[in-house]
């Protein structure tokens, strides 16, 4: 069965610094995977999603990016941080079957 | 994504079954029913999903109506662990994956 590791769990960032949240799966090829964010008290928004390598597909306009160097890992990035971006990230994985599942999360304080 | 409806909140015995319905009078004949769950800090935790067929697995049974326009999620003896934000979802397969739409869920309470 598939495995997503997702990291950091937590961090505090000053508005303006950059970002970067990794998740890495293991267990399946050529997985599609994807960049939820959970704003506090509110529902999942889709953010990016990856078909493959280097193909990165965006949901909604933001001060986020997304990339994909290799199979297995998909990266989220900021150059200069919001406080807007502040919130719990969760990284998903849809590996040979249709169910999609989700890491554990990275909770994210813009101060 | 067919949007899906679900009361805000329910509360159950600990020991109950617990049966959480979910509108989805828009859904396409290629959507699924899928269900998640998300605990407190957690990530969302997959449940259940289905197309047409009731199913049943480990953790639930998914009950969905012949027209296909409503669903049920039935945990057939809830316990305090299971208090938890539950999402129903309708979601189609298709060439860019499986995109989930999540709405605001119904929040179980297990009470002792």
């Known amino acids: 069965s598939q495995t997503i590791h997702q990291w950091p769990a937590t961090l505090v960032q000053p508005v303006g610094s950059p970002l970067s949240l990794e998740c890495t799966v293991e267990?399946?090829?050529?997985?599609?995977l994807y960049w939820y964010r959970q704003a506090a008290g509110r529902g999942l928004q889709l953010l990016f999603y990856?078909?493959?390598?280097?193909?990165i597909s965006s949901e909604v306009p933001q001060n986020l990016s997304a990339s994909r160097p290799q199979d297995r890992q998909f990266i989220l990035s900021s150059k200069k941080l919001l406080l807007s971006d502040s919130g719990f990230y969760l990284c998903?994985?849809?590996?040979?079957?249709?169910?999609?599942?989700f890491g554990e999360g990275s909770w994210l304080t813009v101060v | 994504d067919a949007k899906t409806t679900q009361p805000p909140s329910m509360d159950c015995a600990e020991g109950r079954a617990a049966n959480l319905p979910c509108n989805h009078s828009?859904?396409?004949?290629?959507?699924?029913v899928y269900w998640y769950r998300q605990i407190h800090s957690q990530g969302p935790q997959y449940i259940i999903h289905?197309?047409?067929n009731n199913e049943t697995n480990e953790m639930a049974s998914l009950i969905i109506t012949e027209d296909r326009k409503s669903s049920t999620l039935i945990l057939p003896h809830a316990t305090l662990r299971d208090t938890a934000v539950y999402y129903c979802?309708?979601?189609?397969?298709?060439?860019?994956?499986?995109?989930?739409?999540f709405g605001g869920g119904t929040r179980l309470m297990v009470k002792p």
């Open positions: 998903a994985c849809q590996g040979s079957g249709n169910t999609i599942y």
């Open positions: 289905g197309l047409k």
């Open positions: 979802i309708v979601s189609a397969h298709n060439n860019a994956g499986n995109m989930l739409t």
């Open positions: 267990g399946t090829s050529n997985p599609n």
């Open positions: 828009t859904i396409s004949g290629n959507e699924y």
């Open positions: 990856s078909v493959g390598i280097g193909q």
